[in-house]
């Protein structure tokens, strides 16, 4: 498994990072971090300080009501602007696991797949579709773990749903990654991302 932290350098000024730089939460209290040329001025987004060598899993658990994105982008993504140049899975540079309380969908070079896959509550192991006709309410019944696995040579990118007792593919690209990947986070109003 890697290790990974979040770049406060590059982290757009409403999103607040904890835990080490391992959590990162989209909040109303923008943050006073310094200007930096690597920040993302316009989309709520986050890289990683370390980049993806070789093979690489990691996984996150991610909570909250409003879509979290957790992607891999090469480093050359444009930082300033709100444009598909920088939104993770808008652009050739980047590539994205769209996380809602009820589907994934994934996301490159602004073309998205919707998966025929649902979220599992880490709480009851089930699928979020009962909050549909209002079993739950608490938000902390809604955190979930992805796993990512990363084979840069072989050009492998896999997105996995994880519970206690499963791990399950939620999805898989085949493709030919030409610069050194970093981990990335695109994290909606009150949502969260926590790196495990």
Do not use: M
Not at 43 to 54: A, D, M, N, T, W
Not at 94 to 114: A, E, G, M, P, V
């Amino acid at each position: 498994a890697c290790f990974l932290t979040l770049d406060p350098n590059t982290a757009n000024t409403q999103l607040r990072l904890s835990e080490e730089n391992r959590k990162v939460a989209h909040g109303d209290k923008k943050q006073s971090y310094p200007e930096h040329p690597d920040r993302f001025d316009g989309v709520y987004q986050v890289l990683c300080r370390e980049s993806v060598c070789g093979r690489c899993y990691w996984e996150i658990e991610w909570s909250g009501d409003h879509n979290v994105f957790i992607s891999v982008s090469y480093k050359s993504i444009s930082r300033k602007g709100r444009g598909d140049e920088c939104l993770f899975g808008c652009n050739d540079q980047s590539w994205s696991l769209i996380c809602s309380r009820y589907k994934y969908s994934f996301r490159h070079n602004n073309i998205q797949t919707d998966l025929p896959v649902f979220p599992i509550t880490r709480r009851t192991g089930k699928c979020d579709y009962i909050n549909i006709i209002g079993v739950y309410d608490d938000d902390d019944d809604y955190i979930r773990r992805i796993g990512v696995y990363v084979d840069e040579s072989a050009g492998t990118l896999s997105f996995y749903s994880v519970s206690r007792k499963t791990v399950s593919l939620i999805h898989t690209v085949q493709t030919t990654f030409t610069q050194t990947l970093y981990p990335g986070f695109n994290v909606g109003y009150k949502s969260s991302v926590k790196l495990c």
